[in-house]
């Protein structure tokens, strides 16, 4: 099974720009998805991206599309979610997780239980 551990996440104003990092352990990374959900207060959690293993297939929110970008460098089995013109309403908990072994990243939304290993998620916080 993959392990991951998010880093990066930080305080930004509006317009502003993180790169959160995922990295991972185990043999079958390169096998596995890799997604980001996210977490604000009051809110349940979502998806926000996610990148396939086979072709690098990605997907994202409505709600991040043109600004975040997510990639993947096998050699360093780390995954990376660019967030560029980062909104207040971006500021959440922000999670990596791996799916399980096969999983395709969908077209639609990504769901919870399609992931068996999460990180402990890193803290986003945009305000002026």
């Known amino acids: 099974q993959v392990q991951v551990a998010e880093s990066g996440g930080g305080s930004v104003q509006p317009g502003g720009s993180l790169r959160l990092s995922c990295a991972a352990s185990?043999?079958?990374?390169?096998?596995?998805?890799i997604a980001w959900f996210r977490q604000a207060p009051g809110k349940q959690r979502a998806g926000v991206s996610c990148?396939?293993?086979?072709?690098?297939?990605?997907w994202y929110a409505d709600s991040v599309k043109g600004r975040f970008t997510i990639s993947r460098d096998n050699a360093k089995n780390e995954v990376y979610l660019q967030m560029n013109n980062l909104k207040p309403e971006d500021t959440a908990v922000y999670y990596c997780?791996?799916?399980?072994?096969?999983?395709?990243?969908?077209?639609?939304?990504?769901?919870?239980?399609?992931?068996?290993?999460w990180g402990q998620g890193t803290q986003v916080s945009v305000s002026s």
């Open positions: 990148i396939s293993s086979s072709d690098g297939h990605t």
């Open positions: 185990g043999s079958t990374f390169d096998y596995s998805a």
């Open positions: 997780a791996a799916g399980i072994l096969g999983y395709y990243c969908n077209d639609y939304d990504q769901a919870e239980g399609d992931f068996d290993s």
